[in-house]
């Protein structure tokens, strides 16, 4: 999947339930996890805050409807490291893999205040 000049993204699983995503992060251990807020309505970042908590190592991207909303709220709570819209993913994507990562995972920013 190509989103800017020479930034290459893999996406290496697709997960529709929270046992799903966990098993598959634990497995893969890929660089980054986009968790859509949509993956658990009731409770939008409840893997969020489970993933921080049992692999704080985990590089989070969260993906909300918006940044004044609650999943937004929720997950810059539960400690994402990115809170981002679906507008905005594709370029925080391209920018991690041209190397921007280390300076995510140090600062917890949203995307839109970035």
């Known amino acids: 999947m190509q989103y800017s000049a020479g930034s290459i993204i893999a996406v290496v699983?697709?997960?529709?339930?929270?046992?799903?995503?966990?098993?598959?992060?634990l497995q893969l251990r890929?660089?980054?996890i986009v968790l859509d807020w949509?993956?658990?309505v009731d409770e939008p970042a409840r893997l969020?805050?489970?993933l921080t908590r049992l692999v704080p190592d985990a590089l989070v991207v969260a993906l909300v409807p918006a940044h004044d909303s609650e999943p937004a709220r929720a997950?810059?709570?539960l400690c994402a490291d990115l809170v981002v819209t679906g507008v905005?993913?594709?370029e925080v994507l391209a920018d991690m893999a041209a190397g921007a990562k280390?300076?995510?995972r140090s600062t917890k920013f949203s995307a839109a205040a970035a």
Do not use: F, K, N, Q
């Open 13 to 25: 699983g697709v997960a529709h339930s929270e046992t799903d995503a966990m098993r598959m992060y």
């Open 30 to 32: 890929p660089d980054v």
């Open 38 to 40: 949509r993956l658990s």
């Open 48 to 50: 969020i805050g489970l």
């Open 75 to 77: 997950a810059h709570a």
């Open 88 to 90: 905005e993913l594709p």
């Open 102 to 104: 280390s300076i995510a």
